[in-house]
Nanobody, 130 residues
Framework: HVQLVESGGGSVQPGGSLNLTCVVSGITSGCYCVGWFREAPGKEREAVTLMNSCGGSPYYADAVKGRFAISRDDASSTQNLQMSNLKLEDSAMYYC????????????????????????WGRGTQVTVS
């Protein structure tokens, strides 16, 4: 079965940086989408950045464009979220998630940022900017 384990959260001052890591297991073949959602207290869970393992372009929420970058390493079965110039509004629980075996793509080869598309979830890692 598919498992995702994220790590790397912590506390950082505004303008600082963090790198989150997600280890993915249980997917041995085929394409899948993987990325990050976040949920702050009293707010709905929202997509932050998503990518397809077989190509296309990553999705980035408008609020994080130019500051966050997603990448993956096939050899180690991991994907990373590099966050820079962190802002107060970035504080949230960050969840690694995967859409597999189905992943809906939009025009431009960008994964659809729809929560219900993602069937597999990590337990989350807290990011606090203060």
């Amino acid at each position: 079965h598919v498992q995702l384990v994220e790590s790397g959260g912590g506390s950082v001052q505004p303008g600082g940086s963090l790198n989150l890591t997600c280890v993915v297991s249980g997917i041995t073949s085929g394409c899948y989408c993987v990325g990050w959602f976040r949920e702050a207290p009293g707010k709905e869970r929202e997509a932050v950045t998503l990518m397809n393992s077989c190509g296309g372009s990553p999705y980035y929420a408008d609020a994080v464009k130019g500051r966050f970058a997603i990448s993956r390493d096939d050899a180690s079965s991991t994907q990373n979220l590099q966050m820079s110039n962190l802002k107060l509004e970035d504080s949230a629980m960050y969840y690694c998630a995967a859409a597999y075996p189905e992943c809906t793509m939009l025009g431009g080869g960008i994964p659809r940022a729809q929560l219900d598309d993602y069937r597999h979830w990590g337990r989350g890692t807290q990011v606090t900017v203060s």
